[in-house]
Structures are given as structure tokens and as C-alpha cells.
């Protein structure tokens, strides 16, 4: 889990980069363009590395279960699998079991996305019995609980508009304002809770 959240820095330094990108280039690039869409790229990245390190987690730790180094959940308890991962299992040698059922958890994982608060806490469950998740990791943040989930769906709530809607006003079609500090900020925010997740599973 140490390498996962060592990956999710990393890629928080990359989203910072464009932001120092932005500012090189409207200091020193003269043009008739606007740069402000390297700051929405950097919304993007931000909520894209944490969404990684969340799928990271779960992976990681349902492994760990899997080996016996980590105590199960109830959620992972449940969870059904196949007669032929079962079958698999049962008779693996090449690879080893943990690598197959790694796999089958990637696989299963690959279409979902971590970038809602309810999501994120069910995804989490699997590796953190903590009855109530969103509590606790606001709590270790020093925010108050519904502060964060509101902030985490307004940033999620800009970075869909990005994405699916080219950060368009629907009704003038000229793009939402953008400054450097609210990238800024949302980058912050992205950091200090995917780090901030990674201390409480660590420690469930």
C-alpha cells in the first residue's frame, strides 16, 4: 500500500506541473490563446490519481486478505467468485494463487470509477471494516464530515464538467470561469485525502 500511495504523490507532483506550466506560459508566451485549459487538465489528472489509488487499495488489500496477512471484512467475506476462479485456485501452481486472484480482482474492478463518496466508502469496505468511513477520514483531516463530502462532489462535480461537457455554460456556451488558486486548491484537497485514506487502511 506504501508503493500505491508513493504513486498517487507522484502523480499529485505531475497535476502540480501544470500549474506551473500555466504560469510559464502566461508570463512568457505571448499568444492570442488562452492557456486556462491546462489548469482543467490539471482538475483532471488530480481526480484521475486519486480515483487510481483507490482501486490500488482495494486491490492491494483484498490480496492481503487473500494471503492472511490482513483481517477480512464482511464485504469481502461475501463476495462471490467463479467456479472456474475457484477451480483455478484450487489447483494453481504457475502462477501462483495470489497472482490469479489478483488478476480476477483488476479485471473486476476495471470498469468502475471511485469518484463518489458513497462509491469510494463501498469500494473501501472491502479492506476497511470501519462501519463509518467518510466520519472517520474526516475526522483524521480536521474537517468537518459533511464539509468534505460536499467539497469532494463539487470537485468532482467540475471535473465531469470538463470532461463531458468541455466546461461549457450550457445556456451562453462560453467556457466556466477558471483561476490557478481553485486548481490549486482542488489539487490540495485530492492530496491530503487520498493520503489521509491511505493512513486509516493501513492501520484499519
Not at 10 to 15: F, M, Q, S
Request: with cysteine; net charge neutral.
Amino acid at each position: 500500500m506504501l508503493n500505491a500511495q508513493r504513486i498517487f504523490n507522484r502523480g499529485i507532483e505531475d497535476a502540480r506541473q501544470m500549474l506551473a506550466l500555466y504560469d510559464y506560459l502566461i508570463r512568457q508566451v505571448q499568444g492570442p490563446v488562452s492557456y486556462e485549459d491546462v489548469l482543467r487538465f490539471q482538475i483532471v489528472y488530480s481526480v484521475s490519481t486519486f480515483d487510481k489509488l483507490i482501486h490500488d487499495l482495494i486491490r492491494i488489500g483484498m490480496v492481503q486478505i487473500f494471503l492472511g496477512k490482513r483481517a477480512a471484512t464482511s464485504k469481502y467475506k461475501s463476495e462471490e467468485i467463479s467456479l472456474d476462479l475457484h477451480a483455478a485456485l484450487l489447483s494453481a501452481t504457475f502462477p501462483p494463487r495470489e497472482i490469479l486472484f489478483e488478476q480476477e480482482i483488476a479485471r473486476k474492478f476495471k470498469s468502475q470509477s471511485f469518484q463518489d463518496t458513497s462509491k469510494i466508502a463501498d469500494g473501501l469496505s472491502y479492506i476497511w471494516q470501519e462501519p463509518h468511513k467518510w466520519h472517520a477520514i474526516s475526522k483524521s483531516m480536521g474537517w468537518k464530515h459533511d464539509e468534505v463530502k460536499k467539497k469532494f462532489k463539487l470537485v468532482v462535480g467540475r471535473r465531469n464538467a470538463v470532461v463531458h461537457e468541455a466546461d461549457l455554460d450550457p445556456v451562453s456556451g462560453t467556457k466556466n470561469p477558471i483561476t490557478a488558486d481553485e486548481c490549486d486548491d482542488i489539487t490540495k484537497f485530492i492530496e491530503l485525502c487520498g493520503n489521509t485514506i491511505v493512513k486509516l487502511v493501513l492501520d484499519p
